[in-house]
């Protein structure tokens, strides 16, 4: 009985991988860049293999359900896990001026825990 409940665990995570690979597909192309956060109950997922010119969408996908709980882009710049639910984004819009530096492009992304359920 044992191997049959194991066998059972690994279909469902097969299957439910398959739903976010289709999500993301569907979301954003076949390119992209996946990163789980230190508990897997969230996906980062960015495009890639694009022009630095270009703006790179993302999204953020709740494992359990495959629902997308947050979208966003940047151009040109960088998305990564700040925490295990918040997100940095760089985001430059051109040129940075001369009264500004990088810090003044980066935002914090709080993935509040009321709107992943």
Not at 71 to 92: A, H, I, M, R
């Amino acid at each position: 009985m044992a191997c049959s409940k194991k066998a059972t665990n690994n279909t469902i995570t097969a299957i439910a991988e398959d739903s976010l690979n289709k999500t993301v597909i569907e979301a954003l192309g076949s390119n992209t860049e996946k990163f789980y956060n230190t508990t897997k109950d969230l996906l980062l997922v960015k495009q890639t293999g694009l022009p630095e010119t270009s703006v790179v969408r993302f999204i953020v996908i709740q494992t359990s359900n495959g629902k997308i709980i947050h979208q966003g882009s940047f151009k040109p710049g960088y998305v990564q896990w700040k925490t295990n639910d918040s997100l940095e984004l760089f985001n430059v819009p051109g040129i940075i001026p001369a009264h500004k530096t990088q810090a003044d492009y980066i935002s914090i992304i709080s993935l509040s825990r009321s709107s992943i359920q």
